[in-house]
């Protein structure tokens, strides 16, 4: 009612739309639930492996035996022993990883397909609409990528291995935006395109950001406990102007993307 919308659509085909809206932030609620329920996703306990140990023994014990060797021939049997070394590593990690961190990896891939599959479709629409949904998508990714890279380093993998895993499911996004672009040349699927991501929008604001902003202001007071420093009521006010301050910015921004989006599409062809 506020938007005035009944009375532009009388058949309220809206609804089925907003309802694709709260089913996929009912899905991305039950996701994180499900991981705190079942897999324990904020209370891990790294895995200890002995394999690396095991792996530096032996390498160690290589090239013990092949000292007299030339420098040469000793660089290149390093070379092959940490290759063989990474490579193993990252498989038996993969095996012993916990549970966790695949839910993180699954959902990851399912977020960034719907990433892609909404970038593919605004850009079909127009390079001014991709570039207002790229600005949202960038800005939520950061943080999030890094919360999924904590995940799967209290998983058991060591950071590279992270780091590869994580790139694994972000490769998703490809597959979304060719299906996105595709489905973007016909009109009728970009309502519900929109609706699927301002679902994941709008979970990742409400339950992901905010509470982020929050959980940051009381790291940040009890650290001055910690350090038996005072907390004033400047300090909790610069907090509060420092939380205000991106999510001010962002408003901001999509509000002036979304009102003169056509002249920056305008530039952009000139």
Request: with cysteine; hydrophobic share 45%.
């Amino acid at each position: 009612m506020a938007f005035n919308i009944p009375n532009l659509d009388i058949y309220h085909n809206y609804l089925n739309k907003a309802l694709l809206t709260m089913f996929i932030v009912y899905l991305f609620y039950m996701r994180d639930q499900l991981s705190r329920v079942f897999f324990n996703v904020e209370t891990i306990v790294c895995t200890h492996t002995h394999s690396d140990e095991q792996m530096s023994a032996k390498e160690s014990h290589l090239i013990d035996s092949t000292s007299t060797t030339s420098q040469k021939s000793l660089s290149r049997s390093s070379k092959l022993i940490n290759r063989n070394k990474h490579v193993h590593n990252l498989v038996d990690n993969l095996r012993t990883m916990k549970a966790a961190g695949w839910m993180i990896f699954l959902g990851d891939m399912l977020h960034n397909f719907i990433d892609g599959l909404t970038l593919g479709a605004a850009f079909m629409v127009s390079i001014g609409e991709g570039l207002r949904m790229c600005l949202p998508i960038i800005c939520e990714e950061f943080p999030h990528e890094l919360g999924d890279i904590a995940v799967l380093l209290r998983s058991g993998l060591s950071i590279g291995q992270a780091l590869i895993v994580n790139f694994l499911a972000a490769c998703s996004c490809y597959l979304g935006f060719f299906i996105g672009a595709k489905l973007g040349e016909l009109e009728e699927f970009h309502p519900w395109i929109y609706a699927l991501a301002g679902g994941m929008f709008v979970y990742i604001g409400l339950a992901d950001m905010i509470p982020e902003l929050v959980s940051m202001g009381d790291e940040i007071e009890k650290d001055y406990l910690e350090s038996k420093r005072p907390i004033t009521i400047g300090l909790k006010l610069k907090i509060l102007c420092c939380q205000n301050s991106g999510i001010i910015l962002g408003v901001v921004i999509m509000f002036l993307l979304g009102k003169y989006g056509t002249y920056l599409e305008n530039l952009v062809q000139l």
